[in-house]
C-alpha cells in the first residue's frame, strides 16, 4: 500500500489488561513510537478494575494522547476484555495485544504487508520473540524456538497459511461474521476463536516480519503452571464440542505424554527416542543462540522435560474434568 490516507488502513489495538503497572506504560510508548500515522490507530484498554497503578498510568497517557481509551472490564477474564475493545474499537484491523508486550516500530506496517502477501486471508499474525533477561529464561526461549517446543508455529520461522495465531490482526469483516470471544474459556480463548475462524472458511496467515516480544517464565514452578494451564484449557475447548485439536497440539500432546514416560522411572529405556528427540530439537535452537546455546541446553532439556510433562497432565486433568 503506498501512503496516501486513502490507502492507510485504520488500526484498532485492543489490550485487556489487569495489574500491568510494570509493563503498561512500556506497551503504550512502543505503540506511540510506531512508525505509522498516530491518526490511524486507536488504542483501546479493557482495564479488569487494576487494583495497582495501571488505570492511573493509563489515564496519563490519556491526558497527553486523545487516541488512546479506556473502557472496564468488570468479569476481569482475558475473553470478556477483548470482547469489550471488540465492541469499543472502530478500526477495519483490530489486533489482539497483551499488556506485558512491546511492540517494533515497524509492527503496523508489516501487518498491512502480510494482508498484501496474503489477500485472501483475514486474519495474520507475526512471530513471538522471546527476550529473556536470565539464564532459566534463556533456556526456556531455547526451549520454545525448538521444533519441538510450542503447539503452534508462534515461535518459528515459519511463513504462511496456519491454523492459529497469538496477537492476531483480524479484518473487521472477520470479527462482524465470527463473533465475539468464547468467555468460558480464561484460557486458550484466541485459539477456539480461531478454530471457528477457519470453521467460516477464513484464512490465517503467518508472516515471520511481524513480530512481538515475549518475556518467557522466570523459574521452573512458573514454567510447569503455564504448561498444565495450557493443557487443562485446550482439553476444556475439546470438551465443550469446540472441535478437533490442531495437528500440533495433538501431536503436543503425544509427546508430552512420551515425556511423562520419562518421569515414571520403570520405562526411562522406552523413552530413550524421546530423549534423543528432545536433544536434537535444543540444538536445532543453536541458530537463534548464537555461542550461547550449548551452555544453556542442559538446562533447555529439562525444560522441555517439563513444559511436555505439565502440558499433558494439564490435558488429562481438563480431559476428565467436567467442562467449565
Not at 111 to 123: C, K, L, M, N, Q
Not at 141 to 148: G, I, T
Not at 247 to 270: D, K, W, Y
Request: proline share 5%; net charge negative; hydrophobic share 40%.
Amino acid at each position: 500500500m503506498d501512503d496516501s490516507a486513502s490507502e492507510r488502513c485504520r488500526f484498532s489495538v485492543v489490550v485487556p489488561t489487569y495489574n500491568e503497572e510494570d509493563s503498561i506504560g512500556d506497551l503504550l510508548d512502543s505503540i506511540l513510537s510506531a512508525d505509522y500515522p498516530k491518526t490511524d490507530i486507536e488504542v483501546v484498554i479493557a482495564d479488569g478494575m487494576s487494583e495497582d497503578r495501571t488505570r492511573a498510568i493509563v489515564c496519563e497517557y490519556i491526558e497527553r494522547n486523545s487516541t488512546i481509551e479506556l473502557h472496564d472490564n468488570p468479569d476481569r477474564h482475558t475473553p470478556n476484555g477483548i470482547n469489550v475493545g471488540f465492541e469499543a474499537s472502530n478500526g477495519e484491523i483490530v489486533v489482539l495485544v497483551g499488556g506485558h508486550s512491546t511492540l517494533p516500530t515497524d509492527f503496523f506496517r508489516r501487518i498491512e504487508e502480510a494482508f498484501e502477501r496474503a489477500p485472501d486471508a483475514g486474519v495474520v499474525g507475526g512471530v513471538m520473540e522471546p527476550e529473556p533477561s536470565t539464564y532459566f529464561e534463556t533456556a526456556v526461549s531455547m526451549a520454545l524456538v525448538s521444533p519441538l517446543g510450542a503447539s503452534s508455529n508462534r515461535f518459528s520461522e515459519y511463513e504462511g497459511y496456519v491454523e492459529t495465531v497469538n496477537y492476531g490482526a483480524y479484518k473487521r469483516s472477520v470479527v462482524q461474521e465470527v463473533g465475539l470471544m468464547d468467555t468460558s474459556l480464561p484460557r486458550a480463548q484466541d485459539y477456539e476463536y480461531n478454530r471457528r475462524v477457519r470453521k467460516h472458511g477464513i484464512k490465517i496467515y503467518q508472516y515471520p516480519k511481524i513480530r512481538v516480544a515475549y518475556h518467557p517464565r522466570s523459574t521452573p514452578s512458573a514454567l510447569t503452571r503455564q504448561y498444565f494451564g495450557n493443557g487443562y484449557w485446550k482439553a476444556q475447548v475439546f470438551q465443550n464440542n469446540h472441535g478437533c485439536l490442531t495437528s500440533l497440539a495433538l501431536a503436543n500432546g503425544v509427546i508430552a505424554g512420551t515425556a511423562a514416560m520419562v518421569l515414571l522411572g520403570p520405562l526411562l529405556l522406552l523413552s530413550v527416542g524421546y530423549l534423543v528427540a528432545v536433544t536434537l530439537a535444543v540444538r536445532r535452537a543453536r541458530s537463534r543462540f548464537d555461542s550461547d546455546w550449548l551452555w544453556h541446553a542442559p538446562v533447555t532439556v529439562v525444560s522441555l522435560i517439563l513444559m511436555h510433562t505439565a502440558y499433558f497432565c494439564g490435558f488429562v486433568t481438563g480431559t476428565l474434568s467436567v467442562p467449565e
